[in-house]
C-alpha cells in the first residue's frame, strides 16, 4: 500500500515538473517571438499569406457556425421567455449574448479546431521533415519565419472574424425570429439597435485577440515539439486542438472576470 | 579545417557520440560510414550547430562552436551548405525560391544578381530552366539536386551531406556522386559526406572515416578501407551479420 502511494506521489511529482517545464518552453517560444517581432516585419508577405490562410479561410465554416447560432439563440430564448418576458426582447438578448460570448467564443472554438490544427500539422510535416533544420542550417531563425507570422496572423484576424461571425449571428436570429417565431422584423432590430453596447463590443473582440494568440501559440508549439513521424504529426495535432479549446474556455472565464468585474464593472 | 575532440553526445538513454575525434583538412572530401543509429547524422548536425554536445569541442577554422551564442553560430553557419536527407526543399515555395531563399534573407546581393545565381546553380546541378517548378513535382532525384544547388547557392566554404544517395536508383545515385566530386573541384570545398552506400563512399571520398559506438574506429583511403584487416570495417564492407558488430 505505502508502496503503490510512494509510486503514485512519484508520479505526480513528475507530471507537475513536465507542466512547470512545458510553461517554461512556451514562455521562451513566446519570448523570443516577441524578439524576432520587429524582423519578421521584413517578410510581410508571410504574414499577408497567413492572414488570408486564417481568416479568409475560415469564412464559410465560420458563416454556417454563426449563422445556425444564431437561429438556436433565437429558438431558445422564444421558448425561455414564454410567459416571462415579452418577445419584443429577442433581438435584445441575441446581440447581446452573441456579441459579449457566443461570437468570440464559438468563432475561436471553431477556428481554433481549423486553424491550430493545420498550424500543428504544417510545422510538425517541416520539423519530421528536417525542414526546419534547414532553416537553421541556413541561419534564418525558425520563430521568424513561422511562428512570428502565424502568431500575428492569429491576433489580428480572429477579431476581424470574430465581427464577422457576430453579424451572422445576429442575421441568422433575426431569420429565426421572423419566420418561425412571428416577430416583426422592425421589432428584432430595434431590439439589436437599443441593446447593442460598443463596451461589448470591445470586451468580445479584446477576448478574440487573446483567444487568437492562444491558438497561434498552441498550433506553433506543438507543431515545433513534434517527434517521430506520421504518428508524432498526429498527436501533435491532437494536442494543439484540445490545448486551444480547454486554455480558450478557461481565459474567457477569467477575463470575464476582469472585463465584467472589474473593467466595465460601472 | 574542421576539427573534433571528445565529442560526446546522449540522446535518450543511448550514448550517441562517446568522446568522437576527427579532424577534416581544408579542401578534402571526407566520408563517414557506419551502421544506421552509430550517430552519422548526429556529427553532422553538430558541426553545423543544429544540436549542442554534451561534452567536446568543434572547431571550424579555429573557432569553437560551444563557446558561440546563436548569432555567432549563425555567422559560422553562412560558411556552410547542407544536403539533407529527406532533401528538406520547402513545399510551399518554388525550386528557384528554394535555391535563392538564404541569400535574399541575408541580402547578400542585389535580385537581379540572385536570379542569375539560383539560374547558375541550377544549370550546375543540371536542372537548367526549373525555377518555377514546385517541389512537389519533382522526383527524388531532382529534389535532392534542388537541394544540393540550395546547398551551394552562398558558395560555402563546406558542405554537409546527409546519405545524398539514399533511396535513389543506382544510376540517379552515380549523378548525385558525380555532382559531389564536381562541386568539389569547381568550389575547393571541404565537405563531409555521411553515407552507408559504400560505392558511393569509394566514388566521392579522399578519405573514409567509419563510426563505431560513438567513436572513429578506422580512417584511410578508400583503398585503403577496402585492404584493411580491421575486423569492424571487414564486416561492415562485407556486408556479413556475423562478426564483432553485433545486431
New interface residues.
Partial sequence: MEEIAARGARYARRRVADWFAEVGRITLMVGEAARAFVPALR?FRLIVDQMNTIGVGSLWLVTVVSLFTGGVAAVQAAYQFSSVVPLKFIGAVIVRSVIIELGPVLTALVVGGRVGASIAAELGT?KV???I??L?????NPIRFLVVPRLVASILMLPVVTIYANAIAVFGGFVVATVAIGISGHIYVTGVKQYFFIKDLSSGLLKSMVFGGIIGVMGCYHGFRTEGGAEGVGKATTNAVVASCVLVLITDYLLAHVLFRVIFAS | MIRIRGLSKRLGRKQVLDGLDLEIPSGETWVIIGRSGTGKSVLLKHIIGLMKPDAGSIEIDGEDLAAMDESQINEVRKRFGMLFQSSALFDSLSVGENVGLALREHRMMPEDKIRERVTERLDWVGLAGSEKQRPSDLSGGMRKRVGLARAIAMDPQFILYDEPTTGLDPITADVIDQLIRAMQQRMRVTSVVVTHDLASAYKVGDRIAMLHDGKVVFQGTPEETRASRDPLVKQFIEGSSEGPIQV
Avoid at chain 1, 136 to 140: I, K, Q, S, T, V
Fill in positions: 517578410s517541416m521533415t528536417e525542414q533544420d534547414a537553421r542550417a541556413m541561419a534564418l
